[in-house]
Structure formats: structure tokens, C-alpha cells
């Protein structure tokens, strides 16, 4: 397919998803929210693609949130159009019915890695991205804040996901404080919202290192850990581990589970098929 918002580059077993609207700062519009929803399904699928790369076009904004242009158009003269914003009978699929995603991977019904280059602002929704993904690496530049309160809106899934990462005290104060608050790169780094800061001219350069070093290990294994932590994060720790164990039982019976092992004994580099 050809994409009107989105860029894709793929290098070996690594694709790259750029949000390609620099000239708003890579806001969601509704183009490319239906856009992202098709291609995250699409490198889902493809069995060439092992490990994610998610970032924005340009040096100054990741993502910015939802385009203010995007207004839910559900109201007319007052009464209800039965329409939602994208053009769609309401409740008319499940995705009407879920959590509002707008650029968000489906990160807990996808099972392969995701690393997000933080190439500049992430607020808002495009602080989504960072707190769904599994490796984060920013540039020394970026910055992060949520504007919600400060245009009237309730911080809803966004400062609920990055309250998870971040401790309580400091989430609720960025919460808050609205578009008065901003997080460095350096501080983010310091409170574990991200994993690693490097010069911006690097950025891309080391999320495809970092890529690779992930394809370096066997597929199906890194998929059912990731899994196995996403989806136990939110279990009873009994439950996670018997989960993570019904994991590592299935990816036994793969050939991959066979050629790890031999490999090892004799001392060469495995050849991962990803079955």
C-alpha cells in the first residue's frame, strides 16, 4: 500500500514507521490514524518483520496528539448525527467500543517489539507511543509534557499509561500542570520514562543499532517474553507466571527452540527462522 502520512522503511528484519506530518508537528489526524491501524496490522502479519521502529518526520516533534482540526463530529444543531469522527455509524465496530487509540500500536494484541525514536516533543497522544513501546531511546533535545487540562480536556489514557512508568508524585504534577510542565530528555532518562538519551544526529542510527541487536536473538522467544510482560503487568503475580510459563511451553515446540541449543553446543550463531 502507499501511505498519504506515514513513511515506511524496512532493513532486514527491522520496518520503520515515520509519522509524516512535520508541518504540524506530526499531529493525528484522522487520515492517519486509520492509516497507522492498517499498516501496524500489516507489519503484524509480515514474518519478515521481527522488531518495530516507531518516530516522526523532522527534529522537533515525535508527535503532538490529535490534530485540533479533529473534532468528534457526533453533535448537529444540537442532536446526535449517529456518525463518530471518522465518517462511521456509531458502534458499529469494536474499535468504537475500545480505548481511543489515535496512534497508539495495538500493543497488547501485537506480540512483536516495538522501539520508539523520540526525535522531539511527545505530548499528548504522542505520549502513547512512548509509554506503549518496549525500548525507548531519545534525542538529547526532546521533551515531553501533556496539554490536556490547559485546553480544557481531561487527561484521560494518556496520563493513566504514564502513570505506570512514572512515579505517582510526578506524574500527577505533569498531569496538572498542564502545558506547564515539561520533562527533559536528561530527567526522563533519570526517572526510567525512557531508556536511553543520545545526541540528536544519532537517533536514528542507534534505533536501528538497537533494532538489531533485538533480531539478533530468537523471534518467537522475544514475542512471547514480551508478551508475557505486557500482558502479566496487569495480573495477579501468580496468574503472570503461569502465563509467561504457557508462553515459554509453546515457543518449546518451535524449531527455533531446537536450533538455539545447537548452536550453542557448537559454537556458531544461530540461524532464527522465526517457527
Known amino acids: 500500500m502507499s501511505w498519504n502520512t506515514l513513511l515506511v522503511e524496512k532493513r532486514g528484519h ?12 506530526n499531529s493525528v489526524s484522522i487520515e492517519m490514524m486509520r492509516e497507522l491501524k492498517a499498516l501496524y496490522q500489516e ?7 521481527w522488531t518495530i521502529i516507531v518516530t516522526g518526520a523532522g527534529n522537533k516533534a515525535l508527535c503532538t496528539g490529535a490534530d485540533v482540526n479533529v473534532i468528534e463530529g457526533t453533535m448537529r444543531d444540537g442532536q446526535p448525527t449517529g456518525i463518530d469522527m471518522w465518517g462511521e455509524p456509531m458502534l458499529s465496530s469494536y474499535r468504537q467500543w475500545d480505548i481511543p487509540q489515535e496512534a497508539t500500536p495495538p500493543y497488547m494484541t501485537m506480540t512483536k517489539p516495538i522501539i520508539c525514536a523520540i526525535n522531539g516533543i511527545a505530548c499528548g497522544a504522542g505520549l502513547d507511543l ?9 534525542a538529547d533535545h526532546a521533551s515531553f509534557f501533556d496539554p490536556h487540562v490547559s485546553i480544557g480536556v481531561v487527561s484521560a489514557r494518556e496520563m493513566v499509561r504514564v502513570a505506570r512508568v512514572l512515579p505517582l508524585p510526578v506524574a500527577m504534577r505533569m498531569a496538572i500542570m498542564g502545558k506547564h510542565e515539561r ?9 526510567g520514562f525512557i531508556t536511553e538519551v543520545v545526541p540528536g544526529d544519532q537517533l536514528m542510527e542507534r534505533a536501528w543499532e538497537v533494532a538489531e541487536i533485538v533480531n539478533r536473538n530468537a523471534p518467537l522467544a522475544v514475542r512471547g517474553t514480551r508478551m508475557a510482560i505486557r500482558k502479566g503487568y496487569s495480573l495477579p503475580i501468580y496468574e503472570a507466571e503461569l502465563l509467561a ?10 524449531e ?3 536450533e538455539g541449543p545447537a548452536a550453542f553446543l557448537e559454537k556458531r550463531r544461530p540461524e532464527w527462522k522465526g517457527r
Open 43 to 49: 507489519l503484524e502479519d509480515d514474518e519478515d518483520v
Open 183 to 191: 520533562i527533559s530528555a536528561q530527567r526522563a532518562y533519570e526517572l
Open 130 to 138: 512512548v509509554t506503549t513501546c518496549d525500548i525507548s531511546i531519545a
Open 245 to 254: 510459563e504457557s508462553y515459554r511451553m509453546r515457543c518449546a515446540q518451535t
Open 256 to 258: 527455533d527452540a531446537v
Open 14 to 25: 527491522t520496518a520503520c514507521v515515520t509519522l509524516n506530518r512535520p508541518e504540524v508537528l
